[in-house]
């Protein structure tokens, strides 16, 4: 297969790629020109609605419908939030843009406030990214003494300024609006919908709250035309009208068991199998794969059967996982556990757990009790039940939760034990050989250590 | 510190929302924020303390009865690190250091953290110790980190 020519991480590898000069040396802000010169707001809404840009940070909502959500002819503020609380595991592309190239999120940003007649910008930044912070403050405090940001911009009528919001750590903060909360100084409960924020958002004015690598996007869309991101990627499904389709470049992380991990980009639509062996250099030492999470952990898991599945919008979907999430690809060869597998993926989500539902505070505390007890040799094959009948009752989806954390903490716990049952039970009978099939509830309220 | 929190005013239309940023400020000078510090916070943003508490203990980031280490490092221990030797590096710090996650070494040098996902899966095993991402760790290498702190 020919490599794809990348586009969004053209010039990551220039020296000083961070810099302003370096940026327009390579047609840095040439879109944002275009776009104050030639272009009406409502022209760059339309360029991205028909590029059909769907957000990159999970959900896969359309980028341009977001916009035309906000109020006609609101008296404003309209606020525009991004959201670089990058926290899903093994997820880094943003951070990569961030560090590398972060005026091109910069004139992303400022084009989408123009296009949305925001005022204000604010980047959510996830505490962990400490050279994120460095760089774009100072990609930002560059833009204001070269005209681009500030009273006016460019000789324009349109003004903005983007304020940089540190995060502290908390993997919710990334659900848009538990970063909303955050964001207003209190603790990061999710809200519940309706109202979305485009009508009541940060501080209950109409917002929109994007991605770092959706905006990005934004950049080379007003550059290249909406064809040129059509031109790239998986048509819209013609047997489904309401398919946005799954366009343009995308990046692809790639982590784990893999000879070359990295951040890659590719056309949206590339299989999981091809983004291992042609791009990450195949399984490290050699090995087979066992399985691979297709888009962060909270989407499941593929596996060595299912690597064929294109990772588009709708592919990881058809094989049962949650959606292509964050196009994060973690490798898992033929030696790892399942058992430890979904161990680590129950204690993030325990610890991640924002506990403003029950069934998710509850529901990612217990299934972590019960894979502490299965590893210490305690397992019995009736959790294996429980486990699923947690996963199948917690979230948006089966609809007892707020927000969509706990279907992200369901879905590694349905996956695996549907695709890898026997294995579980195997070590259940081996480790537990005398209890496996007891039956009868263990006291709860013990384990609390409440009472 | 009064005047870098109240110079964040501008930038929002709410006082509450210098919450976090006032937070920052403090933890970063003194390494944690004590209740004193709740207080006056709370001074200056016309809020409650109660609800400058409330938001601080929802993060579990900031520590209050004592200060943190002189370096405070964060070692991953979500799947794409703990799939590569992630666990072995961090109980090997453990060991090195005498503390376990969360706590402070008697010479106030380190505090040893677990972190959930760095965000560096590309390096794993990784650590974040101050604005340092120390990347592709082995329990050597951070031994060798560990001497390094000063």
Request: with cysteine; net charge neutral; proline share 6%.
């Amino acid at each position: 297969m020919a490599q794809f020519e990348p586009i969004l991480l053209a010039n990551i590898n220039r020296h000083d790629s961070h810099t302003l000069s370096v940026y327009e040396s390579t047609g840095g802000y040439r879109a944002l020109r275009k776009a104050l010169a030639q272009m009406q707001p409502v022209d760059v809404v339309d360029v991205v609605k028909s590029s059909n840009l769907r957000g990159r940070g999970g959900a896969g909502f359309p980028t341009g419908l977001k916009w035309t959500f906000l109020p006609k002819d609101h008296p404003g503020p309209i606020y525009m939030c991004i959201n670089a609380d990058e926290s899903e595991p093994g997820t880094f592309n943003n951070r990569i843009l961030m560090e590398e190239d972060p005026h091109q999120v910069i004139e992303g940003i400022i084009l989408s406030c123009y296009a949305t007649r925001a005022a204000t910008a604010y980047i959510y930044l996830r505490y962990e990214y400490p050279l994120s912070l460095t760089r774009l403050q100072a990609a930002i405090d560059e833009c204001y003494a070269a005209g681009y940001l500030g009273k006016g911009i460019l000789g324009s009528q349109f003004s903005l300024d983007i304020y940089l919001h540190r995060g502290a750590a908390a993997y919710i903060c990334g659900e848009e609006t538990g970063l909303l909360e955050s964001l207003e100084g209190r603790r990061a409960w999710p809200r519940i919908k309706p109202p979305f924020p485009a009508i009541e958002g940060a501080f209950r004015k109409p917002t929109v709250v994007n991605n770092i690598e959706t905006v990005a996007c934004v950049t080379q869309i007003v550059n290249r035309g909406a064809d040129w991101f059509k031109s790239i990627g998986v048509p819209s499904d013609p047997n489904n009208p309401r398919d946005p389709g799954s366009y343009g470049p995308k990046l692809y992380c790639l982590s784990g068991h893999i000879n070359k991990p990295g951040c890659y980009e590719a056309p949206l639509g590339i299989t999981c199998r091809q983004l291992i062996d042609e791009y990450g250099g195949g399984v490290w030492k050699g090995r087979k794969a066992k399985a691979a999470i297709p888009g962060g952990i909270s989407m499941g898991l593929l596996t060595e059967a299912e690597l064929d599945t294109p990772l588009d919008f709708a592919g990881p979907g058809k094989v049962g996982c949650l959606g292509l999430g964050t196009a994060a690809v973690v490798v898992l060869d033929e030696t790892v556990s399942m058992v430890d597998f979904l161990h680590n993926s129950c204690r993030f989500f325990q610890h991640e757990s924002c506990g403003q539902c029950t069934p998710c505070r509850e529901g990612t505390a217990w299934s972590l009790e019960m894979l502490n007890r299965i590893k210490a040799g305690k397992g019995r094959l009736k959790d294996l039940e429980l486990l699923l009948e947690i996963g199948d009752s917690i979230g948006i989806i089966p609809g007892t939760t707020i927000c969509g954390l706990a279907d992200g903490a369901a879905w590694p716990i349905k996956n695996a034990i549907r695709k890898f049952r026997a294995e579980f039970e195997e070590y259940i009978k081996k480790t537990n050989p005398k209890g496996y099939g007891e039956t009868k509830a263990v006291p709860a309220l013990a384990k609390t250590g409440a009472h | 510190m009064v005047e870098a929190i109240k110079a964040l005013f501008s930038r929002y239309p709410t006082r509450q929302a210098v919450t976090l940023p006032a937070l920052h400020i403090v933890n970063e000078r003194l390494r944690y924020v004590p209740i004193g510090a709740i207080v006056e916070i709370a001074r200056l943003l016309e809020l409650a303390p109660a609800q400058v508490q409330d938001t601080l203990s929802f993060y579990g980031f900031f520590k209050q009865d004592e200060p943190h280490g002189r370096t405070r490092a964060w070692v991953c221990r979500s799947i794409s690190c703990a799939l590569r030797g992630g666990e072995e590096v961090l109980s090997h710090m453990c060991h090195t250091l005498g503390v376990k996650p969360g706590e402070t070494t008697a010479d106030g040098r380190v505090t040893l953290e677990f972190a959930e996902c760095l965000g560096a899966c590309d390096f794993a095993p990784c650590m974040l110790a101050g604005d340092t991402l120390h990347k592709n760790l082995t329990p050597e290498t951070a031994d060798q980190a560990l001497r390094s702190f000063k």
